[in-house]
């Protein structure tokens, strides 16, 4: 063995980190299947809940906060501008918001962060790691579109939850889970949550 492959293989693996921000937008159930999907993976979640958020999930779900806190591995206080995902050095894969609401977007494209949620994403971009926005809104006025442009600009990817009906799903839980599988293929984090597309059945045949 050559002295560089000595040192490879004496240097310690990189844990896989993943920090998981949900905001107070509608669609709480994306960022809780999230954390749900990754518990089947070796990815370690890193939870950001917002205060808006906490009063979603009790509305929206039947799960209570300190169950959703209990998926994550990690969990940072929205306050706590001092976690370790506050800093560039804390090395991760990126981070998802899910879901992002319009407020959370806005701080995010403007770099004007308050808390521990937008300051995450705000380091995810200048380190040019992954940021991936699932923002919940619509219909959209021209400020949301042009903090979706600013965002993207800035390197984010905006990606709204869209069902894709040519899975034909046949409950919310399928097409929450299509969306989530195929946001996870941004970061090539396979959850088997996808019913891919294989063609039409003519094109299959040839």
């Known amino acids: ?11 310690p693996r990189r844990p896989l980190r993943l920090i998981i921000g949900i905001s107070g937008a509608s669609g709480a159930i994306y960022g809780i299947r999230l954390l749900q999907l990754l518990r089947g993976t070796d990815i370690q979640s890193h939870l950001i809940i917002s205060p808006t958020a906490r009063v979603t999930i009790a509305h929206e779900t039947s799960f209570k906060v300190s169950e959703v ?7 940072h206080s929205h306050a706590d501008l001092g976690a370790a995902c506050s800093s560039g050095s804390f090395h991760t894969l990126g981070m998802v918001v899910a879901p992002c609401s319009v407020k959370t977007l806005a701080e ?8 521990l949620l937008s300051r995450s994403a705000d380091v995810v971009l200048k ?8 923002l919940r809104e619509t219909p959209l006025h021209l400020g949301h579109i042009r903090n979706m442009a600013a965002a993207t600009e800035a ?18 839980d399928e097409m929450v889970d299509h969306s989530l599988g195929r946001m996870l293929d941004l970061f090539g984090i396979e959850a088997g949550a996808i019913r891919r597309w294989e063609g039409t059945p003519k094109a299959r045949r040839g």
Not at 108 to 115: C, D, E, H, K, Y
Request: charged residues 15%.
């Open 155 to 172: 390197g984010a990817i905006l990606y709204p939850p869209v069902p894709a009906f040519y899975a034909r799903p046949a409950s919310l």
């Open 127 to 134: 380190e040019r790691r992954r940021l991936v926005l699932m």
């Open 69 to 75: 806190e209990a998926m994550a591995d990690t969990v």
């Open 108 to 115: 995010i494209a403007t770099g004007v962060t308050s808390n």
């Open 1 to 11: 063995m050559n002295e560089a492959s000595s040192l490879e293989s004496a240097s």
